[in-house]
């Protein structure tokens, strides 16, 4: 089985938004709750790089430890997804999250948060495959139709990869030795304790 | 004429071509490489004040989002995985192993006197009202509290994922709401009991005698509260306080500016103070119950046992009688 994991290439990256876009429309994610999302670092300065960030699906979710309920799980290709029937929604996995990944819909009463909501690497939740039940909660699942992530395959630019991660490091290296140069493997150290090798 | 115009004209575009063949090399040299320039993730980490975050623009109206990459969230997770069980199994397990010892050497505390059957009010409806107010939600959040910590590995494998994450669900909510009786609770107590429990030298006595905790017989002369109660008033007090001001802070998220790095701060707060909180009030509970005879009546009916009452607060008791002497009985609560 594979390891799946993200990259996005910086100095590839437009700051178009399509990814986010993309799953939003893809997902039916709710207004207020973006799974997805574009920053830019040192905007209008030299040196300027964006980079689509999401759930990193880590080795190790820091999500995962600390949640009260044990809601999240990781598949087969090393998906890290939740239970929404179990979230109780404490907030805990987005203090603990390096990419600010957990939202969470304002339901309920105070500012409290509703059951997290996070990039699913288009693989669905717990329930049934292809379900209208896993679409509701948790939207698409593309993995089972065989498809990646829609964010990455929508890129106009090729910046955002998704696939195996050794596969997609490859090609990342491949581009930075041929073009000379690469910001590096973003959130990579954070999310699997092991950068790309450039 | 023309001849020395073509002449000059050609020997300018020979020099210019010159110009331009030298000038060549370099501007290649010069391409702009952005290597050179552009942000590159490790020097951004590496570079991080401790508790800063890599940050930019965004276009999304989410200004949270614009965090990139926050390393406290780990540091957050080793606190809140490695250190707060420790501090909260140490002090919950430590005062209960405390109160066992002393149960078992000392036993129940008994009125030494014996029982005179003739009582004295030691609280009124209302004082013991906004104790219990205060005490029944302090044992809700306490529990849920606890279950958030612990739940998973002690109450978990015993009614499995489904019931858990249900029971602790309505944990959540019955924290939330619970929040704010025991918010006012905490209040109405500082109101109605904090002039009894300013701290004087009587209370230096008091606890030179061990509050004649470890001795049988003794009996430090107290007012109407002594020096323990009052350590427990002011814990209830401040620690009431801090426990709000962080609660606050993570009932409503984000509200006046609070970020990530905000809540992960009171979230640790309150969890701590919260097990030391809780350590208290067991031995609060303990004393005020079945480790000293009488003591419940105080909260419980009101009423107090007068050679209760002599041992415990002498010098209350003389001055509840000096008022009794000037009222008819039983009109004036504890004051």
New interface residues.
Partial sequence: MARVKFLCDADRCIECNACVTACKNEHDVPWGINRRRVVTINDGLPGERSVSMACMHCTDAPCAAVCPVNCFYTTVDAVVLHSKDLCIGCGYCFYACPFGAPQYPRVGNFGSRGKMDKCTYCAGGPEADLTQAEYVKYGANRLAEGKLPICAEMCSTKALLAGDGAIIAEIYKERVTRRGYGSGAWGWKTAYKDGVAL | MNTAIQFVRAGAFALLLIFVAAAQPAAAQQAP???A??????Q??KALQPGAS???????P?S????????E??D??KF??GVLPVIGGVAILGIIALLALFYATRGRIKVDAGLSGRTVTRFGGFDRFVHWVTASTFIVLAVSGL???F??TVV?PLFG??A??TL??YG?LAH??LSFPFMVGVALMFIIWAKDNIPNKLDLDWIKAGGGLFVKGAHPPAKRFNAGQKGIFWIVAFGGLIMSVSGWH??????GGST?GD??FW?NVHAVLAMIFIAVMLAHAYIGSVGMEGAFDAMGSGEVDENWAKEHHSLWLEERKKLAGNAPKGSVPAE
């Fill in positions: 490489n952005p290597t320039q552009s942000v590159k993730e490790e951004l980490l890599v940050s930019g623009r965004i276009t999304i989410d949270h989002s614009a965090t990139l990459i926050q390393p969230g780990q957050w997770r809140h995985q279950n958030l910590s739940g998973k978990l994922d489904a858990f994450a602790t669900g959540k939330n709401y993570l009932l409503f998220p984000f509200e990530v809540q992960q979230v």
